[in-house]
Protein backbone atom coordinates (compact mmCIF):
# COMPACT_ATOMS: atom_id res chain seq x y z
CA UNK A 1 0.00 0.00 0.00
CA UNK A 2 1.20 3.36 -0.99
CA UNK A 3 1.41 6.31 1.43
CA UNK A 4 -0.32 8.05 -0.22
CA UNK A 5 -3.36 5.73 0.39
CA UNK A 6 -2.43 5.03 4.07
CA UNK A 7 -3.07 9.09 4.44
CA UNK A 8 -5.99 8.85 2.60
CA UNK A 9 -7.27 5.83 4.79
CA UNK A 10 -6.10 7.75 7.84
CA UNK A 11 -7.67 11.18 7.00
CA UNK A 12 -10.95 9.62 6.19
CA UNK A 13 -11.38 7.26 9.55
CA UNK A 14 -10.51 10.20 11.42
CA UNK A 15 -13.55 12.39 9.69
CA UNK A 16 -15.70 9.50 10.08
CA UNK A 17 -14.95 9.58 14.03
CA UNK A 18 -15.35 13.62 14.16
CA UNK A 19 -18.82 13.36 11.96
CA UNK A 20 -20.01 10.81 14.91
CA UNK A 21 -18.65 12.08 17.67
CA UNK A 22 -20.61 15.60 16.49
CA UNK A 23 -23.57 13.77 15.39
CA UNK A 24 -23.69 11.99 18.93
CA UNK A 25 -23.37 15.57 20.40
CA UNK A 26 -26.20 16.74 18.43
CA UNK A 27 -28.10 13.76 19.92
CA UNK A 28 -27.10 14.54 23.39
CA UNK A 29 -27.56 17.94 22.86
CA UNK A 30 -31.21 17.50 22.00
CA UNK A 31 -30.93 19.06 18.60
CA UNK A 32 -31.58 16.00 16.85
CA UNK A 33 -34.57 14.58 18.25
CA UNK A 34 -35.75 11.44 18.47
CA UNK A 35 -37.90 9.69 15.17
CA UNK A 36 -36.15 13.31 13.98
CA UNK A 37 -35.20 11.62 9.86
CA UNK A 38 -32.28 12.81 7.71
CA UNK A 39 -30.10 11.09 5.03
CA UNK A 40 -26.96 10.91 4.12
CA UNK A 41 -26.67 13.95 1.74
CA UNK A 42 -28.17 16.03 4.26
CA UNK A 43 -25.82 15.32 6.65
CA UNK A 44 -22.39 15.64 3.99
CA UNK A 45 -23.67 19.38 3.28
CA UNK A 46 -24.09 20.07 6.41
CA UNK A 47 -20.28 19.20 7.04
CA UNK A 48 -19.01 20.05 3.68
CA UNK A 49 -17.55 17.06 3.25
CA UNK A 50 -18.11 13.39 0.94
CA UNK A 51 -20.91 11.04 1.51
CA UNK A 52 -18.41 7.91 2.54
CA UNK A 53 -17.09 9.11 5.74
CA UNK A 54 -20.67 10.22 6.91
CA UNK A 55 -22.60 6.91 5.57
CA UNK A 56 -19.58 4.99 7.66
CA UNK A 57 -20.14 7.34 10.52
CA UNK A 58 -23.99 7.03 11.05
CA UNK A 59 -23.35 3.00 10.35
CA UNK A 60 -21.64 3.61 13.34
CA UNK A 61 -24.20 5.31 15.40
CA UNK A 62 -26.72 2.37 14.29
CA UNK A 63 -24.59 0.12 15.28
CA UNK A 64 -24.14 1.62 18.98
CA UNK A 65 -27.87 2.00 19.02
CA UNK A 66 -28.13 6.19 18.84
CA UNK A 67 -29.96 5.50 14.87
CA UNK A 68 -31.95 3.87 13.13
CA UNK A 69 -31.47 2.72 9.58
CA UNK A 70 -34.55 3.21 7.31
CA UNK A 71 -34.13 1.04 3.99
CA UNK A 72 -33.60 3.32 1.01
CA UNK A 73 -34.49 6.61 2.65
CA UNK A 74 -32.30 7.25 5.17
CA UNK A 75 -31.57 7.43 8.83
CA UNK A 76 -33.49 8.73 12.11
CA UNK A 77 -32.81 9.35 15.68
CA UNK A 78 -33.72 5.99 18.01
CA UNK A 79 -36.86 6.53 20.13
CA UNK A 80 -35.97 5.27 24.00
CA UNK A 81 -38.59 3.92 25.88
CA UNK A 82 -38.81 4.37 29.26
CA UNK A 83 -38.87 0.90 29.79
CA UNK A 84 -35.74 0.36 27.25
CA UNK A 85 -34.32 3.15 30.26
CA UNK A 86 -34.92 0.48 32.73
CA UNK A 87 -32.87 -2.16 31.00
CA UNK A 88 -30.17 -0.21 30.60
CA UNK A 89 -29.64 0.94 33.80
CA UNK A 90 -30.28 -2.82 35.01
CA UNK A 91 -27.43 -3.62 32.27
CA UNK A 92 -24.71 -1.02 33.34
CA UNK A 93 -25.46 -1.82 36.44
CA UNK A 94 -24.77 -5.29 35.99
CA UNK A 95 -21.66 -4.28 34.55
CA UNK A 96 -20.12 -2.52 37.11
CA UNK A 97 -21.25 -5.28 39.87
CA UNK A 98 -19.18 -7.76 37.78
CA UNK A 99 -16.12 -4.89 37.72
CA UNK A 100 -16.38 -4.63 41.47
CA UNK A 101 -16.73 -8.37 42.11
CA UNK A 102 -12.89 -7.90 40.05
CA UNK A 103 -11.98 -5.72 42.28
CA UNK A 104 -12.65 -7.94 45.15
CA UNK A 105 -11.08 -10.80 43.74
CA UNK A 106 -8.03 -9.14 43.16
CA UNK A 107 -7.18 -9.77 39.66
CA UNK A 108 -7.47 -6.41 38.44
CA UNK A 109 -4.84 -3.38 38.05
CA UNK A 110 -6.84 -2.00 40.96
CA UNK A 111 -5.40 -4.37 43.65
CA UNK A 112 -2.51 -2.45 44.10
CA UNK A 113 -4.01 1.22 45.00
CA UNK A 114 -0.52 2.05 45.90
CA UNK A 115 1.05 1.54 42.53
CA UNK A 116 2.65 5.31 41.22
CA UNK A 117 0.39 4.51 37.58
CA UNK A 118 -3.16 3.66 39.46
CA UNK A 119 -2.38 6.19 42.05
CA UNK A 120 -2.26 8.72 38.85
CA UNK A 121 -5.36 7.37 37.17
CA UNK A 122 -7.29 7.56 40.25
CA UNK A 123 -6.30 11.06 40.58
CA UNK A 124 -7.34 11.70 37.17
CA UNK A 125 -11.08 10.15 37.68
CA UNK A 126 -11.49 12.23 40.23
CA UNK A 127 -10.87 15.48 38.39
CA UNK A 128 -13.71 14.25 36.24
CA UNK A 129 -15.37 13.51 38.84
CA UNK A 130 -15.40 17.26 40.34
CA UNK A 131 -16.34 18.91 37.31
CA UNK A 132 -18.79 16.76 36.62
CA UNK A 133 -20.33 17.07 39.67
CA UNK A 134 -19.84 20.90 39.59
CA UNK A 135 -21.89 20.83 36.43
CA UNK A 136 -24.77 18.76 38.34
CA UNK A 137 -24.54 21.30 40.93
CA UNK A 138 -25.31 23.71 38.67
CA UNK A 139 -27.80 22.07 36.59
CA UNK A 140 -25.30 22.60 33.04
CA UNK A 141 -26.57 19.18 31.85
CA UNK A 142 -24.34 19.59 28.47
CA UNK A 143 -21.09 20.04 30.73
CA UNK A 144 -22.12 17.07 32.81
CA UNK A 145 -22.59 14.69 30.20
CA UNK A 146 -19.04 15.40 28.63
CA UNK A 147 -17.72 14.98 32.11
CA UNK A 148 -19.63 11.96 33.12
CA UNK A 149 -18.47 9.96 30.20
CA UNK A 150 -15.26 10.77 30.79
CA UNK A 151 -15.63 9.97 34.06
CA UNK A 152 -16.67 6.69 33.53
CA UNK A 153 -14.68 5.31 30.94
CA UNK A 154 -11.61 6.47 32.31
CA UNK A 155 -13.52 4.61 35.70
CA UNK A 156 -13.92 1.35 33.57
CA UNK A 157 -10.42 1.38 31.87
CA UNK A 158 -9.12 1.11 35.61
CA UNK A 159 -9.95 -2.66 35.87
CA UNK A 160 -8.15 -3.61 32.96
CA UNK A 161 -10.83 -4.89 30.73
CA UNK A 162 -11.23 -3.00 27.99
CA UNK A 163 -14.32 -4.86 26.38
CA UNK A 164 -16.22 -4.17 29.22
CA UNK A 165 -15.24 -0.85 29.24
CA UNK A 166 -16.21 -0.32 25.90
CA UNK A 167 -19.14 -1.71 26.35
CA UNK A 168 -19.78 0.16 30.19
CA UNK A 169 -18.97 3.39 27.69
CA UNK A 170 -21.78 2.72 25.08
CA UNK A 171 -24.28 2.27 28.05
CA UNK A 172 -23.76 5.46 29.25
CA UNK A 173 -23.83 7.10 25.95
CA UNK A 174 -27.32 5.10 25.35
CA UNK A 175 -28.57 5.93 28.82
CA UNK A 176 -27.39 9.64 28.57
CA UNK A 177 -29.71 9.64 24.72
CA UNK A 178 -32.60 8.26 26.52
CA UNK A 179 -32.90 10.36 29.70
CA UNK A 180 -31.48 13.78 27.59
CA UNK A 181 -35.20 14.15 26.32
CA UNK A 182 -36.62 13.97 29.39
CA UNK A 183 -34.51 15.97 31.19
CA UNK A 184 -34.45 18.77 28.48
CA UNK A 185 -38.21 20.02 29.24
CA UNK A 186 -36.94 20.72 32.64
CA UNK A 187 -35.92 25.01 32.57
CA UNK A 188 -33.69 24.52 35.94
CA UNK A 189 -31.78 21.17 36.81
CA UNK A 190 -29.59 22.36 39.87
CA UNK A 191 -29.89 19.79 42.78
CA UNK A 192 -32.20 17.52 40.24
CA UNK A 193 -28.74 15.25 39.06
CA UNK A 194 -26.95 12.93 40.52
CA UNK A 195 -23.38 14.11 41.58
CA UNK A 196 -21.65 11.38 43.53
CA UNK A 197 -18.83 10.57 41.44
CA UNK A 198 -15.98 11.33 43.84
CA UNK A 199 -17.76 9.32 46.17
CA UNK A 200 -17.64 6.51 44.06
CA UNK A 201 -13.87 7.32 43.38
CA UNK A 202 -13.07 7.40 46.57
CA UNK A 203 -14.68 4.67 47.99
CA UNK A 204 -13.08 2.33 44.71
CA UNK A 205 -9.67 3.72 45.95
CA UNK A 206 -10.14 2.45 49.50
CA UNK A 207 -11.27 -0.65 47.69
CA UNK A 208 -15.21 -0.67 49.97
CA UNK A 209 -16.97 -2.74 47.55
CA UNK A 210 -20.26 -2.39 49.90
CA UNK A 211 -20.15 1.43 49.63
CA UNK A 212 -19.51 2.11 46.11
CA UNK A 213 -22.47 -0.76 45.22
CA UNK A 214 -24.51 1.18 47.33
CA UNK A 215 -23.77 4.19 45.69
CA UNK A 216 -24.39 3.15 42.82
CA UNK A 217 -27.72 1.85 43.61
CA UNK A 218 -28.84 5.12 45.09
CA UNK A 219 -27.31 6.54 41.35
CA UNK A 220 -29.46 4.03 39.59
CA UNK A 221 -32.59 4.13 41.76
CA UNK A 222 -32.67 8.39 41.62
CA UNK A 223 -32.07 8.38 37.57
CA UNK A 224 -35.24 6.00 37.18
CA UNK A 225 -37.13 8.01 39.48
CA UNK A 226 -36.69 11.29 37.43
CA UNK A 227 -37.06 9.58 34.34
CA UNK A 228 -39.77 7.70 34.88
CA UNK A 229 -41.48 10.75 36.64
CA UNK A 230 -40.43 13.57 34.03
CA UNK A 231 -42.38 11.18 31.88
CA UNK A 232 -45.21 11.05 33.37
CA UNK A 233 -45.24 14.75 32.72
Same mark, same amino acid.
Given at each position: ?20 ? !? ?6 ? *? ?16 ? *? ?7 ? !? ?11 ? @? ?33 ? @? *? ?12 ? !? ?26 ? @? ?6 ? *? ?7 ? !? ?35 ? @? ?31
Amino acid at each position: MSGSSRNGSVTRSTLRQQIAD !ALRDEVLA *GRLQPGQEFTVKEIAEQY *GVSATPVRE !ALVDLSAQGLLDA @DQHRGFHVHEYSVEDYRGIVEARSLVTDGMFHSLE @D *GHQRFRRADEPRTV !AALAGVRRRGEEAQRASLAGDLTVLIGY @DLRYWNEL *GTLFGNPYL !ADFLHRLRVQSWVCAVQHLRRLTDLRGALWSGHTDLV @DALAQRDTKTARSIVAQYNAHSLELVERLARG
